[in-house]
Structures are given as C-alpha cells and as structure tokens.
C-alpha cells in the first residue's frame, strides 16, 4: 500500500529531473530555429519564463529577419505573464515602436500603458508612477483616437486620478491636522484648483475656514484683521456653495466668532 505513492513520487521526481536536464541542454545548445520553435510550446503550455529565456537568448540572431517580430511579441507577453509589469510594459512600448506597421502595434501601444496602470501603487505611497500611467494612456488616445480600447483609457484615467486626488486630499489635510494653517490653506486650495468636481468639496472648503481663522487669531496685530476677512469671505464661499450641509453648525459658530474678534 506504501510502495505505490513512493513509486509514484519517484516518477514524478525523474521526469522533472529529466525535463531540467533537457531544457538545459536547449539553452547551451547553438541551435538557434529549435530554440525558437521551443520557445513557443513552452509560451503555449504557460511556462512564461523558459519561454522568455529562449526567446531572449535568439532575439539578436533573428533580428532583421520574418521571426523577429513574433519573438519580440511573445517576449513581452512572457514577462507579462509573469506579472513583471515593468518589464512588460518596457517591451511593449519598444514592441509598438520597433514594429510600428505591425498588426499588433496598437495593442502592444496600450498593454504597455496598462502595465503602467497596474504597477500604480496605492494612494497613499509615492504617485509618480500614477504620473506616468495616466500620461502613457493619453499617448495611446492620442495615437489611436478611434480605437475601440479609448473607453477603456479614458476609464482608467478617471481612476488614476482619483488616486492622485485622494494622494492630494490626504496631504493637505495632514497639514491641517498638525496646525500648519499656512501650508494647508495653500494645498486645500490647490486641491480644489486641481480637481474642481470633487467630491470632497465640501470639507475642504470647510477645512480652508477653519485654517484661515486659526491663522487669523493667531497672527500679530497688524495681520489680524485682514487675515480674519479672508476667513468670513471663505466662510461666504462654503455656505454659497453648500446653504444646508454637514459642517453649517461648525461654519457658523466660526463665523461668530470672526465677527468676536473684528468688533474687539
């Protein structure tokens, strides 16, 4: 009852021995055409990376010729696969430049902005790479403005920078939570220059009150006055914009408190 397993086992091991055996001897071996036709089967049963080994091994022997767009494709698909959106998405882009007359251009032109999308961290860590995904979609649309993989840009870029938004939103609240007035009234205010339609409107200009008052109240004399105008004609902006919202109460017990502070 106990040998069968073990047999079984030992099968498996030999077979896997031998495989390892064969395939390195692939990879020593000069016969460049095998390899490439190697290369393939490994890419069709979805072992990605002895396929993209093989296939950069021959990539600059083939180069020139009918079989080097074909490597270049899979290649980048194989790093693709193995989710290495970096890379992936480096050989696409060179893939959609170096074929650019290739049926397969403009896919390769959007994998490579997809690639740029996916390696996009979360918001709350550094968004250069958001930066660049966002711009590399917009090279796609502009290149490509009819294709049917534009609404799918245009989505992604929506959601991009709803990430660079929150990134935005979260830093200049931070100020504003450690009572630096100053540099929150620049970054809330940037904020809504930058994302206009937010939905966050509301707490941000309610945000921008309360640190133009704070700032106010704890300015010398002479600023004083002129810093506490700034807070009552922020106050005016939110309850224009929002008459009957989530911070009216706040708002105007900030507001009597301005006036307090003009009528001493």
Do not use: H, W
């Amino acid at each position: 009852m106990i040998r069968k397993p073990v047999i079984f086992l030992v099968l498996i091991l030999s077979s896997v021995i031998m495989s390892c055996s064969q395939y390195q001897k692939l990879v020593k071996s000069s016969d460049n055409e095998l390899k490439y036709t190697k290369a393939l089967e490994y890419y069709e049963k979805g072992d990605y990376l002895k396929s993209q080994q093989l296939f950069e091994q021959i990539q600059a022997f083939f180069k020139g010729t009918d079989k080097a767009e074909k490597i270049s494709y899979y290649n980048a698909y194989c790093y693709y696969k193995q989710k290495d959106y970096i890379l992936a998405g480096y050989y696409f882009r060179a893939f959609s430049t170096n074929f650019s007359t290739s049926t397969y251009a403009e896919e390769a032109l959007y994998l490579s902005a997809y690639c740029s999308y996916l390696d996009s961290p979360r918001s709350s860590l550094d968004q250069t790479s958001t930066s660049e995904a966002i711009s590399s979609l917009q090279i796609f649309i502009n290149q490509y403005p009819k294709s049917e993989r534009v609404a799918d840009c245009n989505k992604l870029i929506d959601e991009l920078r709803a990430k660079l938004e929150k990134k935005d939103i979260e830093i200049a609240l931070l100020y504003y939570k450690m009572s630096d007035y100053k540099a929150s009234i620049v970054s809330l205010t940037n904020v809504l220059k930058d994302y206009p339609d937010t939905k966050s409107k509301e707490l941000i200009l309610y945000s921008i009150l309360d640190a133009k008052y704070q700032y106010a109240v704890n300015s010398i004399y002479d600023k004083k006055k002129e810093r506490l105008g700034q807070a009552m004609d922020s106050f005016d902006e939110l309850i224009a914009g929002f008459p009957v919202g989530d911070y009216s109460d706040e708002a105007l017990a900030i507001k009597k408190n301005i006036l307090k502070e003009l009528n001493q």
